[in-house]
């Protein structure tokens, strides 16, 4: 049975070297999950086929060097074919996970967890802490303005900012208000985050909320105001003073 121990780490090492340097990766294993930018496609190409090879020829091997890692985890730097396997299998697998897809499909340029959480999660609202949230939560379930169902992760990342989940689901608005587009402008536009403008919020809303089952868009301001209207006040006053 192969070990990996019996590798010649030369060529190896010089296949990681050289893939780490097209494609800016080191950051990935400086504990950010994230691939860098790279500022000529033809070189992320590249640097994705040459680890993605190395993958091919090394992943026999991968089950192994886990196992070793737990076991031997306080000699992990010590052991160079052990590091620099593992270093192949994870650059492998975040370039698989952030930018494989836009290679597919001939989006160039890669951008990892990063810069794509700044890009989806764009700076929407401002930042909410944990009580914060979860009173907002709370009571937009109480209201009836959201299901009692809504996943609580998801909604964390609409409010408050955060890792975009894996599996994200924008929230529902359930419309039982007489205004519903006009309602969730005003809980949105004082939770607007200070560094971007209300055009950006405005044309960030389709992501992160569906009504009747479409992407949702906002009303224009009408000042219509209702009781809802006063309990989404009340609401953001007692935000404020958590």
Known sequence: MKKYKDLDIGPISYGLDRAEAL???????????????????????EGYKIISELYEQLKVY???????????????????????????FVLYHALT???????????????????????????FTKPLNIKQRKYLYEELMKGQYIPENTDFINFCHVFGGGDRPDHFEPLIWTGLSQSPKQL??????????????LVDMENLVPSYFSYKGKPMKLAKDKKVFTQDSDNIKTILHNLATM
């Open 23 to 45: 494609i800016n990766g080191r950051d990935v294993f400086d504990g950010v999950d994230y691939i860098g930018s790279v500022t000529d496609p033809k070189e992320q190409i």
């Open 184 to 197: 969730l402008r005003e809980l949105l536009i004082p939770l607007i985050h200070p560094e971007i403008k």
């Open 97 to 123: 996970k952030y930018a494989a897809p836009n290679i597919k499909n001939n989006k160039l340029g890669i951008q990892g967890k990063s810069n794509n959480i700044r890009k989806e999660n764009a700076l």
């Open 62 to 88: 991968e089950a192994e060097v886990e196992c070793e890692k737990g076991r031997m985890l306080s000699f992990f730097h010590s052991d160079i074919r052990l590091q620099t396997l593992d270093r192949v």
